[in-house]
């Protein structure tokens, strides 16, 4: 008896004849090597190949064998050898279905596996290797994505190996090495950032305040910025759209400036709270909340002539100064500002002193 999936070589069994001729030696041949799996080397019966025994297939094999001596006397004999069954190791595990969409959350069936036993012996399919088992699982005959979100970037890692075994339980194993291909899909842009968050009063309109810039890891795209400004104060250039260039490792790094369309003033508004958003080619988009602040300047002196104007009163001919009362708040309200109230303090000074040397006393 010999085993089966003996390997190439293997003596199988060692052959020996009787002649009554004394000193008669002999040489064998194989007449018939059933079908190819057994060979002769000198009086030694060899498995021929890999693989060649296969109890599954061939539980004997039957050869014949032809032994001569050196007269040209014959001897042919048919003999049987049995082949021992053994347990044999599934085959390996192949996967139908190899692709995952970048960014996938959640429990994602990737591909069925599949693996045959020729002992008819149930198959078990399993991922040997710990890295493996962070992102995915075998079910069943399942192949499953598992990981949490954002791990799966096609530029970062566009493919990643997966080593899948396939048992018997009884100690045959077969495994693997299977490539699953992350497909490329739409990223929204990130790194969203606002140069500079201040701006000094006078300023004139349409002078350059900051730059607005985002990233995206897809190449080739183009990204659309916008500010939402309540007072209308703050706009970007060409309509928002981003010059873009290719970035250091991968994607495209965008960039649009922001700047005025109206002066703006530290004693009437101090902060312009805005939101900043840019949108990819894909629609997918992010927004920035931002404060500009409105840096104060030395301003110039307040005219007096314009603090002070004359009014004709009808009982009297004569000339006097008024002091214009103080705009409401919605028109300035800046009526804690030391400057505001410093002019008109000034004013109403004037104001008595002029009357005071000028109007000849009441009758």
């Not at 090495?177 to 009063?201: M, Q, Y």
């Not at 649009?256 to 949108?279: D, G, I, K």
């Not at 109403?348 to 006393?361: A, E, G, V």
């Amino acid at each position: 008896m010999v085993a089966e999936n003996s390997p190439d070589g293997t003596l199988v069994g060692t052959l020996s004849a009787t002649d009554p001729d004394a000193g008669a030696t002999h040489s064998f041949a194989l007449l018939s090597n059933g079908a190819g799996r057994l060979r002769i080397d000198g009086n030694r019966i060899l498995v021929n190949g890999v693989n060649a025994l296969n109890y599954e297939a061939a539980a004997a094999i039957e050869i014949d064998v032809a032994a001569l001596d050196q007269s040209g006397g014959s001897l042919i004999k048919r003999i049987t050898i049995a082949v021992g069954d053994v347990n044999d190791r599934p085959t390996a595990p192949t996967l139908t279905g190899n692709q995952l969409a970048e960014d996938s959350t959640g429990t994602i069936t990737i591909g069925t596996l599949a693996s045959t036993d020729e002992d008819g012996d149930r198959v078990i399919f399993s991922l040997p290797v710990a890295a493996d088992r962070l992102l995915f699982e075998v079910v069943d005959d399942k192949l499953v994505f598992r990981g949490p979100p954002n791990v799966l970037d096609f530029e970062v890692k566009p493919t990643h190996n997966v080593t899948v075994e396939a048992s018997d339980g009884k100690g045959g194993s077969a495994t693997t090495v299977h490539t699953v291909v992350i497909t490329n899909s739409n990223d929204a842009p990130t790194t969203l950032a606002v140069s500079k968050r201040e701006v000094t009063e006078n300023t004139a309109a349409f002078t350059a305040v900051a730059v607005v810039s985002a990233m995206d890891e897809d190449d080739g795209d183009s990204l659309v910025f916008t500010v939402t400004d309540p007072t209308g104060t703050f706009q970007l250039r060409n309509s928002g759209r981003g010059v873009c260039s290719a970035a250091a490792t991968s994607g495209v790094s965008c960039s649009a400036v922001l700047e005025l369309v109206a002066a703006v003033n530290f004693e009437v508004r101090s902060v312009y709270p805005l939101v900043v958003s840019v949108v990819d080619s894909g629609g997918k988009g992010i927004s920035l909340a931002v404060n500009i602040k409105v840096l104060d300047a030395n301003d110039a002196p307040f005219d007096l002539r314009y603090a002070l104007r004359r009014k004709q009163h009808a009982a009297d001919p004569r000339q006097v100064l008024e002091v214009p009362p103080l705009p409401p708040s919605p028109t300035l309200p800046s009526l804690q500002s030391h400057d505001v109230i410093a002019q008109y303090a000034i004013a109403q000074y004037l104001q008595m002193c002029w009357l005071q040397y000028y109007s000849p006393p009441l009758p």
